[in-house]
T-cell receptor, first 112, second 113 residues
Framework: AQSVTQLDSQVPVFEEAPVELRCNYS??????LFWYVQYPNQGLQLLLK??????LVESINGFEAEFNKSQTSFHLRKPSVHISDTAEYFCAVRTSYGKLTFGQGTILTVHP | DSGVTQTPKHLITATGQRVTLRCSPR?????VYWYQQSLDQGLQFLIQYYNGEERAKGNILERFSAQQFPDLHSELNLSSLELGDSALYFC????????????FGSGTRLTVV
């Protein structure tokens, strides 16, 4: 079975500052890794994914995450955040045949 | 609009009652997943259906059941409701070509009073 740990439940930052949301996973087999974003009163939207290949993956809105197999991590980063990035972010993992398992979520709050 | 439709958006009911939540997957998607999101438990996988058949089961209570119909829509039935069942219930769907790609609906917020 796999599990996901998001190390920070809340991350407050100021606008235009860099941010890192931390995610560690555990699994005995190869995994696919995901970050989802949930805006207030909405469902989850896929932000970015790692399936294979390059360990650095990017989203269209400036977020990036790096798969680190030795540290079993998949931290999410953005060099400069905007007010509109305020949301809850979920790290998730699944095996080739298994279900998607989510972390507990990190609430990112961007202050002006 | 993600393409996954969940109804109703909000539901308020009393303890002991039974409710049905409905999900229409994205066109062409054969897999449907149900998740429960609560403040204390986070996002918990409940159950998966694939083309009408149960494929995987998670932390689903015996008071809860689900099914997927021939037109691929799915229903989650919650019975003997308790206060602790209050949560957001999400449905997601995925296609055979990209089983890793889940598309989520906007959820049904259930409040048990």
């Amino acid at each position: 079975a796999q599990s996901v740990t998001q190390l920070d439940s809340q991350v407050p930052v100021f606008e235009e500052a860099p941010v890192e949301l931390r995610c560690n996973y555990s699994s005995s087999v190869s995994v696919y890794l995901f970050w989802y974003v949930q805006y207030p009163n909405q469902g989850l939207q896929l932000l970015l994914k790692y399936l294979s290949g390059s360990t650095l993956v990017e989203s269209i809105n400036g977020f990036e995450a790096e798969f680190n197999k030795s540290q079993t991590s998949f931290h999410l980063r953005k060099p400069s955040v905007h007010i509109s990035d305020t949301a809850e972010y979920f790290c998730a993992v699944r095996t080739s045949y298994g279900k998607l398992t989510f972390g507990q979520g990190t609430i990112l709050t961007v202050h002006p | 609009d993600s393409g996954v439709t969940q109804t109703p958006k909000h539901l308020i009911t009393a303890t002991g009652q039974r409710v049905t939540l409905r999900c229409s997957p994205r066109s062409g998607d054969l897999s449907v997943y149900w998740y429960q999101q609560s403040l204390d438990q986070g996002l918990q996988f409940l159950i998966q259906y694939y083309n009408g058949e149960e494929r995987a089961k998670g932390n689903i209570l015996e008071r809860f059941s689900a099914q997927q119909f021939p037109d691929l829509h799915s229903e989650l039935n919650l019975s003997s409701l308790e206060l602790g069942d209050s949560a957001l219930y999400f449905c997601a769907s995925s296609s055979d070509r990209a089983t890793w790609s889940y598309t989520f609906g906007s959820g049904t917020r259930l409040t048990v009073v």
